[in-house]
């Protein structure tokens, strides 16, 4: 059971370089997020995509770009990295929307982490 | 707007004592409240949540958290703390028909031998 999957672990970028988190769940979940975490701060939201086709934005969109590829994929992008965005970024997926309806409790489930160092 | 305040950035107990781990919520509508544990270089996992039904839920590893509407409180114990309870705990909170989850700062949990 992978369960939720991201790429890379581990990436350094200088200042105005771009870069591409991949995020992949195979529990055909509809719902798929980006998170990142700063110390002190816990997680805060970016981006989500409610279903394949549709993204939205959350608390902290400024300077990323998502793409939900298909019903299993959403990646983040980083057009023109900067220092602030040095961050460990976390996809999660849910199946809070099930058949075209809200079900339940929004529970998540994470992937491991990508740690980004913006130089 | 909703929002998760966690009292205390860290928390250190001894083997075999009480764990309590507070968190404060705010919301403009009954809400959705969690507990996620997150060990050493991995992802957040769900310790238990509220739904409104119970207000005393019981999660994983002997975890429960009791929902005081009064208090606007949802806080975290454990009877008796392991070694392998060591770890940062976050609590959040979502309104029932939302997508989005805020999460506190979280509390890392140290645990003595």
């Known amino acids: 059971n992978a369960g939720v999957t991201q790429t890379p672990k581990f990436q350094v970028l200088k200042t105005g370089q771009s870069m591409t988190l991949q995020c992949a769940q195979d529990?055909?979940?509809?719902?798929m997020y980006w998170y990142r975490q700063d110390p002190g701060m816990g997680l805060r939201l970016i981006y989500y995509?409610?279903?394949?086709?549709?993204?939205d934005k959350g608390e902290v969109p400024n300077g990323y770009n998502v793409s939900r590829l298909n019903k299993r994929e959403f990646s983040l992008r980083l057009e023109s990295a900067a220092p602030s965005q040095t961050s460990v970024y976390f996809c999660?997926?849910?199946?809070?929307?099930?058949?075209?309806?809200?079900?339940?409790?929004?529970?998540?489930?994470f992937g491991a982490g990508s740690r980004l160092t913006v130089l | 707007a909703q929002s998760v305040t966690q009292l205390g950035s860290h928390v250190s107990v001894s083997e075999g004592a009480l764990v309590l781990l507070r968190c404060n919520y705010s919301?403009?509508?009954?809400?959705?409240l969690f507990w996620y544990v997150q060990y050493p270089n991995q992802g957040l996992q769900l310790l238990l949540k509220?739904?409104?039904?119970?207000?005393l839920v019981k999660g994983i590893n002997g975890f429960e958290a009791e929902f005081k509407k009064s208090e606007t409180s949802f806080h975290l114990t454990k009877p008796s703390a392991h070694m392998s309870d060591a770890a940062e705990y976050f609590c959040?909170?979502?309104?029932?028909?939302?997508?989005?989850?805020?999460f506190g700062a979280g509390t890392r949990l140290f645990v003595k031998a």
């Open positions: 999660a997926s849910s199946d809070f929307l099930s058949g075209g309806r809200k079900s339940g409790a929004n529970v998540l489930t």
């Open positions: 529990m055909n979940h509809n719902s």
């Open positions: 995509s409610a279903s394949e086709g549709t993204t």
């Open positions: 919301s403009s509508v009954p809400p959705y």
């Open positions: 509220y739904t409104s039904a119970a207000t």
């Open positions: 959040a909170v979502s309104d029932p028909g939302g997508f989005k989850t805020i």
